[in-house]
C-alpha cells in the first residue's frame, strides 16, 4: 500500500468488501486503501455500505452502487491534481 494522494478509509464493520476497494487501490496507484476500526458513524454505517474518501461521506444504497460511488470520487480527487 502506497501513501498515496487520495485517502480511502473504510470502516472494518461496514459492508463494503475489503477486497473490492484493494482492486480500486491496484487500479489508481495514486490512492491508499485503509481499514480502520471505526470511523465514527455508526448510524450510516449499520444502515450503508460507505468509505470515506479524503474524509468526504461517499455511499450508496447498495454495496456496488457504493463502490461505482467511491471510484467516482476517487477520479474526481485525482483529477484536482
Sequence with gaps: MGLG???????????LNLDE????EKKYPDIAVIAMECLNECRLCQTRPYALVNGQKVH??????SIRQIEQAIIAELDQY
Design 5 to 15: 494522494i487520495v485517502i480511502v478509509e473504510k470502516c472494518n464493520r461496514n459492508a
Design 21 to 24: 476497494l484493494e482492486a480500486l
Design 60 to 65: 450508496g444504497k447498495t454495496a456496488e452502487e
